[in-house]
C-alpha cells in the first residue's frame, strides 16, 4: 500500500533535486521533481527526455541529481527506462541486484508528439515505470513553439496571435485517455497548487506494478508571458477554472479529486498569461468561446466517467 | 578444419547466418534483447525469442514498437549493466541512426547484427553495404563476417571487445544479407562451457546505482563538448590492440585464426582487389583460376572495418601497382565510394602506392560473379601497364 | 568556476558527483529579494514546497530560512505565502 500524507508537514525532508539549476526563476518544474523524488520510496532510476528539466539540470560538470539519472535522446525517454527496467528484471533473477523504480519525466513535446510512439510501445509492454508528462504546453526549451499539447487559442512562436489565426486553432490532446486506451492500471492529473494530491498520488503510482501515466500542470513564465510570482496562483486557478481537471483513474474507476462546483471565470486565468492576451480581445471573441466548449466538454466528460453526472 | 576437429569442446552443426548469430547470442547468455523485426535479419530475433520463451537463456526480452526504441532501450540496458545484443538491418539501421552516435559516446557495449541490407529507394531486401558505411562515423566497432562461421565466431568475440575495460565500445557484426543471414552453412560451434570461459558475465565499468548515484548523458555546451569528443577520439584508438588481443584469444579456444586484414597472394602480386563481406571467397576463387595460369594477383579482405586497419593494410599491399577497390554501396558527389575513400586516406602520405580504382558491385543483391572479378583485375592490369588510370570508376555487371 | 578540465581528464560523459550543482551558485540572477519576517511565519510550509530551487531550507521545528547563495527572486514565495510573512525588497536595499 502506498503511504498517503494528510499535511505537508508529512512530506519527507530528504531533497534528491539540488539547487543551482539552471531552470527560469518561477519554473514550475522542480515542484513536480521534488515531490516525486520524496513520494516514490526506495531505490530508484530517473530518466529524462530532452527538454527543459534536462538542459537546465545537467550542464557540465554540474548535476542537480542525487539519484542515478539518464538522458538519452528527445523522443525516446520511455524507450531507453524500458531497457534499463528490462535490464534489472535480469540482473535481479541472474544476480540478486535489487530492482530500483524507473521514473521518467518527459516534456510535452517529448510526450504527446515526438516521444508519443516509444510511450504508447512502453504502456503496451507493461514494463514497470512511472512515466511523468511535466506539460507546460509547448516547446518552451526551442523558444515556445506549439505542441500537441498547447492549448486552443494559446499564442506562440508557430501559432502566433495574427490577424486571421489568432494563436493556435486546435484543441489539446488527451494524454491520459490515450494512457487508458493502453490499459494502464492507474492515471492521473497533477497540479504544483494542490501539492498533498500530487504526493499522493505519484506515491501511489508508486505502488502499482507496471506502467502508471502521470500529467502535471507545469507554470511557465517565460512562454506564458506571465509574472514568474503568479506560476502557482496561475496552477490552482487552472483548477478552480476546469481547465485542469485534478483526476485519477484507477482500476477502472475515475474519482475527480477537486470537484469545481461553482468555477471562476476562465478570464481570470487568462488574463494573467500573455500568451492568451490576445484572446480577451472582442474580434477574437469566437475562439475565446471555443476554448471555453473544449473546458467544459472536457469537464462534462469527466463528470460522466466519474458517475457524477 | 582438421585442425578444429581435433580441438574438444566443437561441434560441427549446419546454421544460416541469423540462426549462427542467434546461437552465438544465446551462448553468450546475454541480459536484455531489444529488437524489431525487418529482413533479412528477423531470422536471429526470432530464433532468440525461441530461446528466451523455452527458458534456454534466461534474458530480458523487449520486443519494441520500432528499430529507435530498440536501440534506445539497448543503451539504457547497457547503461545499467546488462550484456545487450540487437540485431537489424537497412532501413531499421537507418531509424536508429540518431542514437548510434549516443550509445558509443555513452560508452555502451551493445552488440549488434547489421544483416546488410540495400537502403531504399527502389525498396529492397537484399544485399548491399550502404547501411554499414552509414554508420562508419558514428563510433562503432564494425566487423564483416565472410560466411556463416565468421558471423558465429565475429558474435562472440564482439561482446568480448566491447566489453573489455580498455574498450567500452559497441559493436557492429556485419553479415551479407541473404548471402549469409539466409545461407545454410556447416560451421564449428564452442560448447556452452568454452564459451563462458572465452566470456564470462560482463563486468560493467560505472553502471546505473542507486548507491551511487551518478548523472549519465549531461549537456556539454562549447566549453567542453570539443574535449569529450577528443576524448572520445583517443579512446577509440586504443581499440585496435584489444581486438588483435581478442582474435589471438579466440583462436586459442577455436583454432581459428583471425586477422583484420585477410591477404591471399598479394606478396607478390601487381594487381590486387579490396572486397568486404562474402564476395571475398567469389574474389579468391578468381584469384586462384588467374594465379593458376600465372598471373600475379592478389585479394585483400577486411574482417575489420571499423577502426579501419590502414597501416596494416598498407603494409599488405606493399608492392602492388594497381587496386581495385570494391564498393558494394555508392556515395552520390562524392570522389569515391566509401571504402575507397578510406584506402585513398591510408594511402595519403605514402611515398609508395598503388594507383586505385573504384569498382561498384552486387547493389541491392545481384550476383558479383566470377567475370566481374575478372574484368576488375583486366581494369587494374591496364592501368598497371599503363601507369596510370583510365576510368576510375567501374559498375561491374550493370546493364 | 572549477578549472576547466582537459580531454586527458575525460571519459564517458557522466557526472560522479551526485548534486555537485550546489557549487553553481544562482543567487546573482536575483533582482527582488525575499525577506521573511519569522515573527509572521505560521510554519505551514507552503513557500518550502513551492519553491523552485529549492532555496528555502526547512529547518527541524518545520520554521524556515531562504538561502540566498541559490534564491532566483522568482517572488512565489511572497505571492503565496498566507500570513503575508515574505517581502519582495529590491536587491541590495533590504
Known amino acids: ?309 | 578444419m582438421a585442425v578444429a576437429l581435433q580441438l574438444k569442446g566443437q561441434r560441427r552443426v549446419g546454421m544460416t547466418g541469423d540462426e549462427a548469430v542467434a546461437y552465438a547470442v544465446k551462448q553468450a547468455d546475454v541480459d536484455v534483447v531489444a529488437a524489431y523485426p525487418i529482413t533479412p535479419q528477423t531470422i536471429i530475433v526470432e530464433r532468440i525469442a525461441d530461446y528466451v520463451h523455452d527458458g534456454e537463456l534466461k534474458a530480458s526480452y523487449v520486443a519494441v514498437e520500432s528499430e529507435h526504441s530498440a536501440l534506445s532501450a539497448c543503451v539504457g540496458a547497457s547503461l545499467a549493466g546488462a550484456r545487450v545484443f540487437t540485431a537489424t538491418s537497412s532501413q531499421g539501421l537507418a531509424l536508429m541512426w540518431e542514437i548510434m552516435w549516443i550509445a558509443s559516446a555513452m560508452r555502451t557495449t551493445i552488440v549488434m547484427a547489421l544483416a546488410n541490407r540495400a537502403l531504399s529507394a527502389p525498396i529492397n531486401i537484399h544485399c548491399s553495404h550502404d547501411d554499414a558505411y552509414a554508420v562508419r562515423d558514428a563510433g562503432w566497432i564494425q566487423f564483416f563476417a565472410e560466411n556463416v562461421q565468421e558471423a558465429y565466431d565475429l558474435t562472440l568475440m564482439a561482446f568480448r571487445v566491447s566489453e573489455d575495460k580498455r574498450v567500452l565500445f559497441p559493436s557492429i557484426v556485419n553479415l551479407d544479407g541473404f548471402i549469409l543471414s539466409h545461407a545454410l552453412e556447416p560451421l564449428y560451434v564452442l560448447e556452452d562451457d568454452v564459451v563462458r570461459e572465452f566470456l564470462p558475465p560482463k563486468e560493467p565499468v560505472n553502471p546505473i546505482d542507486p548507491e551511487r548515484p551518478m548523472t549519465y548523458g549531461p549537456l556539454a555546451l562549447f566549453d567542453y563538448y570539443f574535449e569529450f569528443k577528443k576524448a572520445q577520439a583517443e579512446a577509440f584508438k586504443s581499440v585496435y590492440p584489444v581486438i588483435l588481443e581478442v582474435f589471438r584469444e579466440y583462436e586459442k579456444y577455436s583454432g581459428r585464426k583471425y586477422e583484420p586484414v585477410k591477404a591471399y597472394g598479394v606478396e607478390d602480386a601487381d594487381v590486387a582487389v579490396l572486397i568486404l563481406g562474402s564476395s571475398a571467397g567469389t574474389a579468391r576463387y578468381v584469384a586462384r583460376r588467374l594465379r593458376s595460369k600465372g598471373e600475379k594477383v592478389g585479394v585483400v579482405s577486411l574482417t575489420l572495418y571499423r577502426p579501419f586497419p590502414a597501416s596494416d593494410l598498407v603494409a599488405k599491399l606493399k608492392g602492388v601497382k594497381a587496386l581495385v577497390v570494391m564498393d558494394r554501396s555508392y556515395s552520390f558527389g562524392s570522389p569515391g565510394a566509401q571504402l575507397f575513400m578510406d584506402v585513398a586516406a591510408a594511402f595519403a602520405n605514402e611515398s609508395e602506392r598503388p594507383l586505385l580504382i573504384n569498382a561498384i558491385y552486387g547493389l541491392g543483391g545481384r550476383d558479383l560473379l566470377p567475370e566481374h572479378v575478372e574484368e576488375a583485375f583486366r581494369k587494374a592490369q591496364e592501368a598497371a601497364r599503363a601507369g596510370k588510370v583510365e576510368e576510375r570508376e567501374l559498375w561491374l555487371g550493370v546493364r | 568556476m572549477s578549472k576547466l578540465l582537459s580531454w586527458k581528464d575525460l571519459s564517458a560523459p557522466i557526472i560522479a558527483e551526485a548534486g555537485n550543482s550546489v557549487l553553481y551558485k544562482t543567487g546573482g540572477w536575483r533582482a527582488l529579494k525575499p525577506v521573511l519576517d519569522q515573527s509572521k511565519c505560521i510554519r505551514c510550509l507552503l513557500c518550502w514546497f513551492y519553491c523552485p530551487e529549492p532555496a528555502i531550507k526547512r529547518r527541524e521545528d518545520d520554521s524556515v530560512e531562504i538561502d540566498y547563495d541559490y534564491c532566483k527572486g522568482c517572488g512565489i514565495c511572497a505571492n503565496e505565502c498566507p500570513v503575508k510573512a515574505i517581502a519582495m525588497v529590491e536587491e541590495g536595499v533590504g
Request: aromatic letters at 8%.
Open chain 1, 1 to 309: 500500500m502506498a503511504v498517503q500524507i494528510k499535511t505537508l508537514r508529512e512530506m519527507p525532508r530528504e531533497e534528491l533535486f539540488a539547487p543551482g539549476h539552471r531552470l527560469c526563476a518561477g519554473c514550475g518544474i522542480p515542484q513536480l521533481v521534488r515531490t516525486a523524488l520524496k513520494a516514490v520510496p526506495g531505490p530508484k532510476v530517473v530518466v529524462t527526455a530532452t527538454g527543459c528539466l534536462e538542459v537546465a539540470t545537467t550542464i557540465f560538470p554540474y548535476t542537480s541529481w542525487r539519484v542515478p539519472w539518464v538522458h538519452n535522446a528527445f523522443e525516446n525517454a520511455a524507450a531507453t527506462a524500458a531497457g534499463i527496467e528490462a535490464a534489472f528484471k535480469a540482473l535481479e533473477k541472474k544476480r540478486g541486484v535489487k530492482r530500483p523504480k524507473v521514473i521518467v519525466f518527459g516534456g510535452d513535446g517529448g510526450t504527446f508528439d515526438i516521444g508519443l510512439q516509444a510511450l504508447s510501445g512502453a504502456l503496451e509492454r507493461g514494463h514497470d515505470l512511472i512515466y511523468i508528462c511535466y506539460d507546460n504546453e509547448a516547446y518552451m526549451n526551442t523558444g515556445i513553439q506549439r505542441s500537441g499539447a498547447t492549448p486552443r487559442g494559446a499564442a506562440t512562436t508557430t501559432s502566433p496571435a495574427g490577424k486571421v489565426i489568432p494563436g493556435k486553432p486546435e484543441r489539446k490532446k488527451d494524454l491520459i485517455a490515450i494512457a487508458i486506451a493502453h490499459g494502464v492500471r492507474y492515471a492521473a492529473t497533477l497540479n504544483p497548487a494542490y501539492p498533498v494530491d500530487m504526493f499522493n498520488k505519484i506515491a501511489k503510482a508508486a505502488s502499482i506494478e507496471g506502467p502508471t501515466v502521470l500529467h502535471y500542470f507545469t507554470p511557465c513564465p517565460t512562454g506564458w508571458r506571465s509574472d514568474p510570482a503568479k506560476s502557482i496562483e496561475i496552477a490552482r486557478l487552472a483548477v478552480l477554472t476546469r481547465v485542469w481537471p485534478l483526476y485519477e483513474y484507477e482500476d477502472g474507476v475515475y474519482r475527480i479529486n477537486v470537484l469545481v462546483k461553482s468555477p471562476r471565470p476562465i478570464e481570470d486565468y487568462l488574463k494573467l498569461q500573455g500568451r492568451f492576451a490576445h484572446l480577451l480581445q472582442p474580434e477574437n471573441r469566437w475562439m475565446l468561446e471555443q476554448l471555453k466548449r473544449d473546458v467544459e466538454e472536457n469537464w462534462n466528460r469527466l463528470l460522466k466517467l466519474a458517475g457524477l453526472a
